[in-house]
């Protein structure tokens, strides 16, 4: 095994979940002040980049007073986001400090290849594509606000800082709710918004020339703390990451039949559920054979999706079997479950639903740059096929919720591996199916 390099740009995280309700409703508004100087600082920020790459062409070497400018302002972007998105806390400090529960370990590039220097826009082209959809915060919203700035249209500011929301914004907006609730942020939401703010970090590091490693998109090593509890619907890979170009270059065509007998067995799966909704609603459980008809059907959506997007290498079977494919999904045995929850499973299932939506435009950028990427090198990047396996476990969870599959509610932390057993847990919510308390021992 060789060892991996640590990211030139990491997210640090202290936080301890813990929210205060009142400053979680007026979020947005103790915000304000931040966001006038993190425009105005982004502003400044461009404008010294610009003057960091014209160094690093003429001479090679960037001033290291200009980086640590530019990194900085990553830093307390990043802060800010953070609070704002409800995955930290305590209030930011004007200028960012050293030490807040969201932080960023930087380590500045200041020699750096010409010639990647020289494309360094058209290079982070992919980056940036993905940081719209992940968005981890209003550093994601500068590129769209230099792009405005330099084609003429000034547009709204505020509109810009959101611009780029997608996958964090969704989870913050679930947060909000669940930390009014509770009084506590929900770790897997909360994961996942340090997942997309880590993310965000390194791209714009890139971009502005902090750095001259590539952002990384894989989840176990932008937060490698996080970790998946036990659960129903598990996600099994065992994938490589090799690609044939030839069954890359049409791999839509071949999964045309695929997607036709996904479509029929999806319109006989939606005229199952209501009486499957009702027999659940009667007897305390779904009935084993219908258990393995909508785990077949979920584990074969799977497997169609993995080969569509490229995140799994082979032709996938018809029929769903459990175990055929480099990136299965394993489900436990039929449960019982508790018939006032299965009464409102479709109400319940809403949040879940809402951020597997998210999830599935990531897995749909994901598709598209992996496609290209093993088309020209017969590989998928690991880190985009691990976050395309990871959308792809969260859709299956959510689903198998939704369909009485489970009781278990999916989790949304970013995350392929388990939990070990030994230490505490916070559970996402304190929904049906995941335990009497947030807190519980696994």
Same mark, same amino acid.
């Given at each position: ?95 960012? @400090? ?12 200041? =020699? ?5 220097? /020289?494309? =360094? ?28 700035? $330099? ?7 505020? @509109? ?20 009014? @609730? ?28 902090? $750095? ?30 090799? =690609? ?79 175990? =055929? ?16 929850? $299965? ?52 859709? /299956? ?39 009497? $308390? ?5």
């Amino acid at each position: 095994m060789t060892e991996v390099p640590p990211l030139p740009i990491s997210v640090v995280v202290t936080d301890d979940l813990e929210r205060s309700r009142l400053t979680v409703f007026f979020r947005l508004l103790l915000a304000i002040p931040h966001l006038i100087v993190v425009i105005v600082w982004g502003i400044a920020a461009f404008a010294v980049a610009v003057v960091l790459w014209l160094a690093l062409l003429v001479e090679g070497k960037a001033p290291g007073t200009l980086q640590k400018f530019v990194a900085s302002y990553i830093r307390y972007s990043t802060q800010v986001s953070a609070y704002i998105n409800l995955a930290a806390d305590p209030y930011p400090a004007f200028g960012g @400090a050293v030490g807040y529960p969201i932080d960023l370990e930087i380590e500045l590039a200041t =020699r750096q290849s010409r010639g990647r220097v /020289a494309a =360094r826009l058209v290079l982070a082209f992919p980056a940036l594509l993905l940081l719209a959809v992940l968005g981890g915060g209003f550093s994601g919203a500068n590129f769209t606000t230099f792009s405005s700035s $330099t084609s003429g249209d000034g547009g709204d500011l505020w @509109a810009l800082g959101w611009s780029s929301g997608g996958v964090a914004m969704t989870a913050a907006f679930l947060a909000w709710f669940a930390s009014l @609730a509770r009084g506590k942020m929900p770790l897997g939401l909360r994961d996942l918004i340090a997942y997309c703010i880590g993310y965000t970090a390194q791209a714009m590091g890139y971009l502005l020339l902090v $750095t001259d490693r590539y952002p990384t998109t894989d989840p176990a090593r932008v937060v490698p703390f996080a970790r998946l509890p036990p659960h129903a619907v598990r996600l099994e890979l065992s994938d490589e990451v090799r =690609r044939s170009r030839l069954t890359v270059f049409f791999r839509f065509p071949l999964a045309v039949p695929h997607l036709i007998w996904l479509t029929l067995w999806s319109m006989l799966v939606l005229v199952l559920v209501t009486p499957a909704w009702l027999i659940a609603l009667v007897i305390g459980r779904l009935p084993s054979f219908l258990h393995r008809f909508f785990a077949a059907w979920i584990r074969y959506t799977t497997h169609v999706l993995a080969f569509l997007y490229v995140i799994g290498g082979p032709f996938p079977g018809f029929t769903g079997a459990a175990g =055929r494919y480099p990136v299965d999904i394993a489900f436990a045995p039929p449960e019982r479950q508790r018939r006032a929850v $299965t009464a409102f499973r479709l109400f319940l299932a809403f949040p879940a639903l809402v951020l597997a939506g998210a999830y599935g435009t990531a897995a749909l950028v994901v598709a598209l740059l992996g496609w290209w990427a093993a088309l020209f090198t017969g590989r998928m990047p690991e880190g985009l096929r691990n976050l395309g396996a990871v959308s792809l476990r969260y859709s /299956a969870q959510a689903t198998a919720y939704l369909f009485l599959v489970t009781e278990s509610y999916a989790y949304a932390a970013p995350a392929l591996r388990d939990r070990p057993r030994n230490v505490q847990l916070e559970l996402p919510f304190d929904a049906p199916g995941v335990g009497p $308390t947030a807190i519980e021992a696994v």
